[in-house]
């Protein structure tokens, strides 16, 4: 069947802000770029805390743990239910920051599957509230570490 041009236009116009609308979500849903209490940090000064005895924190889930993560780094799942936001309920998630360090003067570093994974964002979050005093936040994650070619295991 063929439609008049002015109708196509029109279905063509409907089909792009349709595509817009539901893919919006999707990038609205990054995290920011601040987190107040931590210090975000790119995968060179991760390395650098590292390397100076701070704390790598995985919070992804223990099967991506399992497949591949920072070498040396320990397993803190962030079990997330609350809304990727800002203002999530962590009473919705489950996060055992007693794991975490025992002293909560030492620099941990949280990270996760990069600026659009929560996690990580919420594990640190988490991290401050409970009254760690050196947290660091690896905003571009584990993508951005292994893009740089640091050791993986």
Not at 64 to 84: C, D, F, L, M, R
């Amino acid at each position: 069947m063929t439609y008049p041009l002015n109708v196509t236009k029109n279905l063509i116009g409907l089909a792009a802000a349709a595509l817009f609308a539901v893919t919006l979500p999707a990038y609205a849903a990054n995290t920011p770029d601040a987190l107040n209490g931590a210090t975000v940090v790119n995968a060179d000064k991760a390395k650098e805390l590292m390397a100076s005895g701070a704390r790598m924190v995985d919070t992804r889930v223990a099967a991506e743990y399992a497949e591949a993560h920072i070498t040396g780094a320990i397993n803190v799942p962030y079990k997330e239910k609350s809304k990727k936001s800002p203002d999530y309920d962590a009473k919705e998630d489950s996060f055992d920051v007693a794991k975490l360090a025992s002293d909560k003067s030492s620099a941990i570093v949280a990270y996760c599957n990069g600026a659009e994974c929560w996690k990580s964002y919420k594990g640190a979050n988490e991290a401050i509230k409970a009254g760690y005093k050196k947290v660091y936040w690896f905003r571009d994650g584990f993508p951005a570490w292994k893009a740089k070619g640091y050791p993986t295991e």
